[in-house]
């Protein structure tokens, strides 16, 4: 999915460290050093692909034609082995997230 990753994903993938901060740090993060966090959700097989439909990959795709549909389904054929033989019951996930917080200067 990553040929139809918009450009700005590549901010929070590469953890916003090249990012001009040009703000007062607050304790969360700071120019080149982001906080991590972690966002955790419950979801089941299916709310993961809706997720994954949601976002910018889906939409970047969908713009150059791409079906999605069966990218998707790529894609979550690959999770589905791994999510085990109980696709109906929700599952922890956690995402990834980067943080910088400041104040004006």
Request: proline share 9%; charged share 30%.
């Amino acid at each position: 999915m990553r040929p139809y990753m918009d450009p700005r994903t590549r901010l929070a993938m590469e953890r916003y460290r090249d990012l001009p901060f040009p703000f007062e740090p607050v304790g969360v993060g700071r120019e080149g050093e982001p906080a991590d966090v972690d966002m955790e959700a419950e979801m089941t097989l299916e709310d993961l692909a809706g997720f994954v439909m949601t976002g910018s990959v889906a939409t970047t795709a969908g713009e150059k034609g791409v079906d999605l549909e069966a990218l998707v389904k790529g894609v979550m054929k690959e999770v589905e082995e791994g999510w085990g033989d109980r696709p109906t019951v929700p599952r922890k996930l956690v995402f990834k997230a980067f943080m910088l917080a400041g104040r004006p200067r």
